[in-house]
């Protein structure tokens, strides 16, 4: 089993509002990121948590909250966004933070912002 | 320089035939390969990874590992209508878990 499910699939929001992403997986995996993908673009790298610490943040501004409750779930808490912030927002697991291991994505969730 | 190249192609192809798609990568730090496949408006899927110098065969893909010239491919045999997709190669640093994507190559097998 390589599934990693995040839900919703489709969001739409308003610049004021506050909703969560949110994304989970069974497979034990310990390393969870957050991609954010414009159209005909690749995946650019957010958020990496190892062992539910957060060890990687490429510079993402505050108005995008990252949280690992436990090494299963990974969050999403946006906030006060813009219309450029509109894309998909993929998820992804690893198994062991550090060894290069295979990375697995969700389907990811196809935010709007109005 | 980009860290991960590709060609973005469009890469056409006829059905059958021999697809081959070339990534090359600038730090020679990089430890890990892997190929993707996303279709139109679905997320990647991971198709092929490879560590080694050297060829990696599952199924109908073969990656191929050149370290010395930091170049990486992938070749689809007997190419289907259902390989028409954008593929991502990616990379990772010795000890890292950020994954860096190149621009990724269109294919479009033609029946």
């Known amino acids: 089993d390589t599934e990693v499910t995040q839900t919703p699939k489709h969001l739409v929001m308003g610049m004021t509002n506050k909703k969560s992403l949110k994304c989970e997986q069974h497979?034990?995996?310990?390393?969870m990121y957050w991609y954010k993908q414009k159209a005909k673009k690749p995946p650019e790298l957010m958020f990496v948590?190892?062992?539910?610490?957060?060890?990687i943040n490429e510079s993402v501004p505050s108005r995008f909250s990252p949280e690992c409750p436990n090494s299963s779930l990974l969050n999403l808490h946006l906030h006060a966004l813009q219309p450029e912030d509109s894309a998909l927002y993929l998820c992804a697991s690893s198994q062991v933070p550090g060894t290069n291991t295979e990375a697995f994505f969700g389907q990811g969730t196809r935010l709007t912002v109005v | 320089q980009k860290e991960v190249e590709q060609n973005s192609g469009p890469l056409s192809v006829p059905e059958g035939a021999i697809a081959s798609l070339n990534c090359t990568y600038s730090d020679r730090g990089s430890q890990s390969f892997f190929w993707y496949r996303q279709y139109s408006g679905k997320s990647p899927e991971l198709i092929m990874f490879i560590y080694s110098n050297g060829d990696k065969e599952d199924g109908r893909f073969t990656a191929q590992l050149n370290k010395a010239s930091q170049y990486v491919s992938l070749l689809i045999r007997d190419s289907q209508p259902s390989d028409s997709a954008t593929y991502l190669c990616a990379v990772t640093l010795f000890g890292n878990e950020k994954l860096t994507f190149g621009t990724g190559t269109r294919l479009t097998i033609i029946p």
């Open positions: 948590y190892s062992y539910e610490k957060l060890s």
């Open positions: 497979m034990g995996h310990r390393a």
